[in-house]
């Protein structure tokens, strides 16, 4: 009897050690897109800042034009990627920034969609509470970052695609957001993140996984060793 759990529970460990890598499902990834466009943040007075997007390019009005290259963990041709509207809706502070050892960071809520410029076919829409912008003190680059795994952040999903809509609901939700040549150094303006403007961005939106293989064999090599063990009981007590 044992040998065949022994079997069985081989058989178990081959099939979970054959399986394919489980990584972070890329919702979406993108760069930028053909033609200028400008994000900005306002400061308020000294207490709050806004972020939004905007371009001259026609049908772009209020957006940044950005080129999905990954959508659904599906990798876009390099001939084919998808021209996209990147839009900031009310992205505002909702707190006090901060500055911890050359490290300025700030809570901010809002939504940013990316849309088909002509349809307006919603690719993915995010809306998130207390995503951090961050970034060097005295930098060019600030990253909009946010994680519904991390304690006080919210992250959601909204989407038509067919490609997107499977990860809608995964456990964890998460996305980066970077903004590069920032045309004045990253700093404070009182409790919140000074002005700047950035022509130049990428970014990337992920979900959750499921557990990493190794770990799933180690639990498995577990089980075959209490297995192991089970038998060589029956083993010993047969011989007795």
Same mark, same amino acid.
């Given at each position: 009897?044992?040998?065949?759990?022994?079997?069985?529970?081989?058989?178990?460990?081959?099939?979970?050690?054959?399986?394919?890598?489980?990584?972070?499902?890329?919702?979406?990834?993108?760069?930028?897109?053909?033609?200028?466009?400008?994000?900005? *943040?306002? @400061?308020?007075?000294? #207490?709050?800042?806004?972020? !939004?997007? &905007?371009?001259?390019?026609?049908?772009? +009005? /209020? $957006?940044?034009?950005?080129?999905?290259?990954?959508?659904?963990?599906?990798?876009?041709?390099?001939?084919? *990627?998808? @021209?996209?509207?990147? #839009?900031?809706?009310?992205? !505002?502070? &909702?707190?006090?920034?901060?500055?911890? +050892? /050359? $490290?300025?960071?700030?809570?901010?809520?809002?939504?940013?969609?990316?849309?088909?410029?002509?349809?307006?076919?919603?690719?993915?829409?995010?809306?998130?509470?207390?995503?951090?912008?961050?970034?060097?003190?005295?930098?060019?680059?600030?990253?909009?970052?946010?994680?519904?795994?991390?304690?006080?952040?919210?992250?959601?999903?909204?989407?038509?695609?067919?490609?997107?809509?499977?990860?809608?609901?995964?456990?964890?939700?998460?996305?980066?957001?970077?903004?590069?040549?920032?045309?004045?150094?990253?700093?404070?303006?009182?409790?919140?993140?000074?002005?700047?403007?950035?022509?130049?961005?990428?970014?990337?939106?992920?979900?959750?996984?499921?557990?990493?293989?190794?770990?799933?064999?180690?639990?498995?090599?577990?089980?075959?060793?209490?297995?192991?063990?089970?038998?060589?009981?029956?083993?010993?007590?047969?011989?007795?």
């Amino acid at each position: 009897m044992h040998s065949r759990l022994i079997r069985f529970a081989i058989a178990g460990l081959v099939s979970l050690a054959m399986a394919p890598s489980a990584n972070a499902a890329m919702i979406l990834s993108f760069g930028v897109g053909t033609g200028p466009g400008v994000k900005t *943040a306002t @400061a308020s007075g000294t #207490t709050s800042t806004t972020l !939004t997007t &905007n371009s001259a390019v026609p049908l772009y +009005g /209020g $957006a940044f034009p950005v080129l999905i290259t990954t959508i659904g963990n599906q990798t876009q041709p390099l001939n084919a *990627a998808i @021209a996209a509207k990147e #839009t900031f809706v009310s992205v !505002t502070s &909702n707190g006090n920034a901060s500055n911890v +050892g /050359g $490290a300025i960071s700030q809570p901010f809520n809002g939504t940013i969609s990316f849309l088909d410029p002509s349809t307006s076919f919603n690719y993915l829409t995010i809306n998130f509470t207390n995503a951090l912008l961050r970034g060097s003190a005295g930098g060019t680059t600030v990253n909009l970052t946010g994680d519904n795994s991390l304690a006080g952040q919210i992250v959601t999903f909204t989407s038509s695609d067919p490609r997107v809509i499977p990860f809608l609901n995964d456990a964890v939700r998460a996305f980066d957001i970077g903004l590069t040549g920032l045309s004045s150094p990253l700093a404070l303006n009182g409790n919140t993140i000074a002005n700047f403007t950035s022509t130049n961005q990428g970014g990337s939106v992920s979900s959750s996984v499921i557990p990493e293989p190794a770990s799933v064999v180690m639990a498995s090599t577990a089980v075959l060793a209490g297995l192991g063990c089970f038998g060589w009981r029956r083993f010993r007590s047969s011989s007795l």
